[in-house]
């Protein structure tokens, strides 16, 4: 069964400072990842996919099979991505996701 | 993309009631799904909810505890049955784009079970 871990439940960072949340997967298959992002008082909602290869907000994040990981990263961290960050697997491209249990991000001035 | 909302935004319930949540979306979609996010933990998938036949549900979750409707491509309804504590929990309805594997959410509905 395909398994999502993001090991860290709370991140803080300084404004300015890099970010990187860290998500790693096990799963024996070709997996799709993405990461969602949930801003205070608002929806979950999509931040990107490792298949787009591209930035959002000035995020990105690759998938390394070797290490079967995908980490968010950010250079430097803006007050704006506190938020809580969810990453999460697809089977072969279908829309049922599998969530990790999430990262808060704090950026601190 | 898609707009989606849902029905109640929150409710406290007392146990052995059951209670029925609406999502509502705003185009026609083929697939709809029902997470589950029980405090501090992650979000679960509960079910494939599919228009015109029953819903598709993951292990660990029963039709008769969670029964959904689907009655076309716009609507659909989870009910929590014969609720207890655990059963706290945010239910999210979701909707997915086939083309992009993206998924939309609703707002949730926070039920408390008392």
């Known amino acids: 069964a395909q398994r999502v871990t993001q090991p860290e439940k709370l991140l803080s960072v300084f404004k300015g400072a890099p970010v990187e949340l860290k998500c790693n997967y096990s799963?024996?298959?070709?997996?799709?990842l993405f990461w969602y992002v949930q801003y205070s008082r608002q929806r979950l909602q999509l931040l990107l996919r490792h298949i787009s290869r591209e930035s959002i907000k000035g995020f990105t994040a690759d998938l390394n099979k070797g290490e079967t990981s995908f980490h968010l990263k950010k250079p430097f961290a803006q007050e704006e991505d506190s938020a809580m960050y969810y990453c999460?697997?697809?089977?072969?491209?279908?829309?049922?996701?599998?969530f990790g249990t999430g990262t808060q991000l704090k950026v601190e001035l | 993309s898609a707009v989606i909302s849902q029905k109640p935004s929150r409710d406290i319930c007392q146990r052995g009631t059951s209670l029925t949540i609406q999502c509502q979306v705003d185009s026609q979609v083929t697939m709809m799904f029902w997470y589950r996010q029980q405090p501090g933990q992650s979000l679960t998938l509960i079910a494939t909810a599919n228009q015109g036949s029953e819903a598709t549900y993951e292990s660990g979750f029963v039709i008769d505890k969670f029964p959904i409707s689907r009655p076309n491509l716009t609507f659909s309804t989870l009910t929590v049955s014969n609720m207890s504590p655990e059963d706290s929990s945010i239910y999210l309805c979701s909707v997915g784009l086939a083309a992009t594997g993206e998924l939309f959410f609703g707002e949730g509905s926070r039920l408390t079970v008392l």
């Open positions: 999460a697997l697809s089977k072969g491209g279908g829309n049922k996701l599998t």
């Open positions: 799963y024996s298959g070709s997996p799709e």
